[in-house]
């Protein structure tokens, strides 16, 4: 399932003017969708799931579209649904967090941002967030 979340962004302060900015998120699971998505006009920012089939192709081709790519990390959530490869837990230790993160981030290719993908429980945990942030501003 691919989800639009939108956010508006104040070009200056005072608010006299504004973009959306669009993120598609879940992207990699599904090749059809997924060119679908990059057909879509006008600028947007695709969130990629980490070691899913068509993730790094879809990724640099949405690259060559002139598209944001994220790394749509899968971060453990409160509910205990199942993250897929590359999910991040509270219960590893740093160096496995940091790690997996890593090897994340190189499985999409041209990443220039991360969000999360279900990490409410993850996010909850500052020593997990200081380690990841860590990863993330390498």
Do not use: K
Not at 18 to 23: C, G, Q, S, Y
Not at 42 to 47: D, E, S, V
Not at 52 to 58: D, G, I, M, R
């Amino acid at each position: 399932m691919l989800r639009i979340f939108c956010v508006w962004l104040s070009l200056s302060a005072p608010v006299l003017a504004a973009d959306l900015l669009i993120i598609i998120d879940d992207v990699g699971n599904n090749r059809g969708l997924g060119q679908r998505t990059l057909a879509l006009p006008g600028p947007l920012n695709l969130a990629f799931l980490p070691h899913t089939p068509y993730a790094a192709s879809l990724a640099s081709e949405a690259y060559a579209l002139g598209h944001g790519i994220l790394l749509h990390a899968p971060m453990a959530n409160e509910q205990g649904a199942r993250l897929g490869p590359g999910g991040l837990y509270p219960d590893m230790d740093a160096a496995t967090l940091q790690q997996t993160l890593r090897d994340n981030i190189a499985a999409i290719p041209h990443v220039q941002g991360v969000n999360n993908h279900m990490g409410s429980l993850l996010t909850q945990q500052a020593d997990a967030m200081r380690l990841s942030m860590d990863v993330i501003a390498e």
